[in-house]
């Protein structure tokens, strides 16, 4: 492709609207430019990077076992309320009518649409199990849709499907799909780790996220030095330190005036924030709780759904908590609390002399102690880990690290057949649900994240597996004739290979810049004088130094330097965790030898 004859609309200026780097290169690379918020257009180098991920997407989900299919965009409201997620998702998922007033869902995800696809065509487990993909935009309506591609309204997924006759052969395929994924994101030379993650809302058991591991990512993992578990921190189990066992004192009340906060109360009272327990009431389908947890941390709310057994609860309100305790926000304790469960988190286990709310305006207790002055219905984890806290395994303290979730595998299990009344025949004839698996790769995502460990202060620096480009040929002087024809000549000797002239009347110094910016991994430079001597630069983005190679090596030069990366990349991808030293780095270092 000559540059001219494409679109390559780079920048000079930092966007200021994008917060992270792989937002920042994506627009200044001319990969992408914004439509409105969290929709973004791809243009040609950007839909080429795209593609790429799409293709190992492609092949090592053929390899797998699976196929690829087309699902709809547009989803009857009537099959995301047989599932109940039609209210559950609330604003999250776009809505829209047609011209006769029918409710419709932009699909944000397809678990609906092909369980009812499959309800109508599978009939006995001898169709079973069976493995459904596909590749397609799918639409959310964030919040704070930010990072880019990252978070972004619309967004490219890859989303698979997979319905057996009984858990073993979803294991089965789960095990394969976790090993495909590993393949794919190790192909894109990302640094990434699979760790155990929450199902949430959408049921199920197990399920892990893919993380590739970046500063900049939004969520955050708890790894474990000593066992190897590694888990999102919404999903790690941890314990902390327990509390020193002292003799109980007397229980008293105290005047804690417009005091509600923990830093407040502690402050007040000269005690440590970790002696203070935090009351939190909810309102869950089963009624109202109150969850006990100690000052200094947070509660993990989806482990307190799970130890309630509910799908949903949300904090109770001001007017709630004051019917309920007679006090106003701030001041909940579990003492006297009557008519609501109370479950305390197992920190609070075996300690004493806390400091509570004492359900009265203005009034907190101090020493107060469990047994003797309040009763709790169970002491679970309901904990949101941190890094320092025991592996809930082995014991050890654990590490804590940042990474962007490209992709995540779920056992669903038979929650979207059974609701869905989604049944096959097994072999004695008995009428089964599905049990089933959905597995999901970010696209654009994925791409993001590439860019995010894949840059230096100048721009991208593609890994040749995602490249848009494999070559970048730069004349620097396109008017000087035989600049332009040594440029042609190569072009077209190199027509095979995904080339990129840059044929534009620019001067050198814009041209190095944008070539810094978009990354290819391979430059092949050709200036005046060098040319003079028969000689043109062959550089790796990767490498600060060029080689000098006569005109006529360069076509075989050029494959046999692509070749070497893209094995070493493959040795590399193995070495990949913790980034260290691997066989391309070495190979780098005889590059720059190889210069004279
Ligand atoms: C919604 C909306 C947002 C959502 C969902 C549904 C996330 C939703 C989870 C998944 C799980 C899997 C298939 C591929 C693998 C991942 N956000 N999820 O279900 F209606 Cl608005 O999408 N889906």
Redesign the pocket.
Known sequence: MRWKETFIPTLKELPAEAEITSHRLMLRAGLMRKLTSGVYTYLPLGIRAIKKVEAIVREEMDGAGGTELLLPILHPAEL?RESR?WD??GV???RIKDRHGRNF?LG????EVITDLLRGEIRSYRDLPILLYQIQTKF??EIRPRFGVIRAREFL?K???SFHPDESSLNQTYQRMYQAYSRIFTRCGLSFRPVEADS???GGDVTHEFMVLAQNGESEVLTCPGCGYAATQERAESRTSKPVDEAPLAKELVHTPGLKTVEEVSGFLGVEPKRLVKTILYRTDGGFVAALIRGDREINEIKLMRALGVEDLQMATPDEILRLTGAPLGFSGPVGLEGVGILADYSLQGGGNFVVGANREDHHLINVNYGRDFRVDGFFDLLLAQKGDSCARCGKPLSSGRGIEVG???KLGTKYSESMKAHFLDQKGKERPFVMG???IGITRTVAAVIEQYHDQDGIIWPLSVAPYQVLILPLNITHPPSKEAAEKLYSQLGDLEVLLDDREERAGVKFKDADLVGIPLRVTIGERSLQEGKVEIKLRSEPTSISVSIEEVPQKVRSLLEKISSLAKVDSQCNIGRMKSPLDEIYEQGINEKE
């Open positions: 995301w997620r559950h998702y999250e998922l776009m869902a944000p995800t397809h678990e959310r309506d997924m989303d698979a499907y949430g809302a959408i995540q595998i779920f959905c597995y999901g």
